[in-house]
C-alpha cells in the first residue's frame, strides 16, 4: 500500500459518516428545539394565566391547529 493511499484510508476511516454516532448531534438538535418549543409555549401560558389571571383558550386552539396541521404534513412524507 502507497503511502497516499495509506493517507487516505486514514482519513476516511475518521470521517464523521463513518461514524455510528453521525446522526446523534442532528438528533440532540431537533430534541432542543422541541424543548426550547414547549419552554416557550409554557412560558407564554405562565405569563398569561399567571400574571394577567386569564383563562387561555387561544392557546389550546392554536396549540391544536398546529398539532393537526403537523400531523397531516408528517403524513405527506415532509419530515424534519
Same mark, same amino acid.
Given at each position: 500500500?502507497?503511502?497516499?493511499? +495509506? ?10 459518516? @463513518?461514524?455510528?454516532? *453521525? %446522526?446523534?448531534?442532528? $438528533? ?15 412560558? +407564554? ?10 383563562? @387561555?383558550?387561544?392557546? *389550546? %386552539?392554536?396549540?391544536? $391547529? ?15
Amino acid at each position: 500500500m502507497s503511502r497516499i493511499t +495509506a493517507r487516505g484510508a486514514s482519513i476516511a476511516s475518521r470521517s464523521p459518516c @463513518s461514524s455510528p454516532t *453521525a %446522526g446523534v448531534a442532528t $438528533v440532540l438538535h431537533q430534541h432542543r428545539s422541541q424543548i426550547l418549543l414547549w419552554a416557550v409555549l409554557a412560558l +407564554a401560558l405562565n405569563v398569561l394565566v399567571g400574571y394577567a389571571g386569564l383563562v @387561555s383558550l387561544g392557546h *389550546a %386552539g392554536l396549540f391544536a $391547529v398546529a398539532g393537526y396541521s403537523t400531523a397531516l404534513l408528517l403524513d405527506a412524507g415532509h419530515n424534519h
